[in-house]
T-cell receptor
Framework: DAGVIQSPRHEVTEMGQEVTLRCKPISGHNSLFWYRQTMMRGLELLIY????????DSGMPEDRFSAKMPNASFSTLKIQPSEPRDSAVYFC???????????FGDGTRLSIL | DQQVKQNSPSLSVQEGRISILNCDYTNSMFDYFLWYKKYPAEGPTFLISISSIKDKNEDGRFTVFLNKSAKHLSLHIVPSQPGDSAVYFCAASAGAGSYQLTFGKGTKLSVIP
């Protein structure tokens, strides 16, 4: 059974470039989450989608960050323009319902030079 | 201001012995708690959870204890195995199954053969 799939696994880019992270949730899961993990702040929720609709984006740090979920099997997190302080590991997670344990992908390690 | 604290960044235990990982929280609204395990270069994996109406929950070698008055929970692993070596995250939410999880920064467990 395929888990949450994230791509790319690693991304290195220069400051000012646009970065797009991708996520395919587990089939049948209707809740999707994007997290950011840093040494300083640990794991933080950025945005939560339910049935493809953004429910809570209060964790999105700035307008440079945006997320979409055009259908039940795909979501993107975009940073434009990127800055060195955006360097982190970004995780996508999905769950069968908002009240069920979340299943995490293996993350995208993002480095902004 | 960390609402979920894992004060031990690392722990080493001999194979076959008990591992005890601790977690403290400050938000009295938290009433649902989870433990996740994370291997390097992988996403966190759900391990076990407990609701505040209980003080103990067991699943095989894993037991979580909750002390509400002390705002403290612990994860016991008995017996510890080398495959248990990972980073363990404690997470909490206000409302059973609430999508908003607040994570601790993790404790790295090393089980020595």
């Amino acid at each position: 059974d395929a888990g949450v799939i994230q791509s790319p696994r690693h991304e290195v880019t220069e400051m000012g470039q646009e970065v797009t992270l991708r996520c395919k949730p587990i089939s049948g899961h209707n809740s999707l989450f994007w997290y950011r993990q840093t040494m300083m702040r640990g794991l933080e929720l950025l945005i939560y989608f339910n049935n493809n609709v953004p429910i809570d984006d209060s964790g999105m740090p700035e307008d440079r960050f945006s997320a979409k979920m055009p259908n039940a099997s795909f979501s993107t997190l975009k940073i434009q323009p990127s800055e060195p302080r955006d360097s982190a590991v970004y995780f996508c997670a999905s769950s069968p319902g908002w009240d069920q344990p979340q299943h995490f992908g293996d993350g995208t390690r993002l480095s902004i030079l | 201001d960390q609402q979920v604290k894992q004060n031990s960044p690392s722990l080493s235990v001999q194979e076959g012995r008990i591992s005890i990982l601790n977690c403290d929280y400050t938000n009295s609204m938290f009433d649902y708690f989870l433990w996740y395990k994370k291997y390097p270069a992988e996403g966190p994996t759900f391990l076990i959870s407990i609701s505040s109406i209980k003080d103990k929950n067991e699943d095989g070698r894993f037991t979580v204890f909750l002390n509400k008055s002390a705002k403290h929970l612990s994860l016991h692993i008995v017996p510890s195995q080398p495959g248990d070596s990972a980073v363990y995250f404690c997470a909490a939410s206000a409302g059973a199954g609430s999508y908003q999880l607040t994570f601790g920064k993790g404790t790295k467990l090393s089980v020595i053969p």
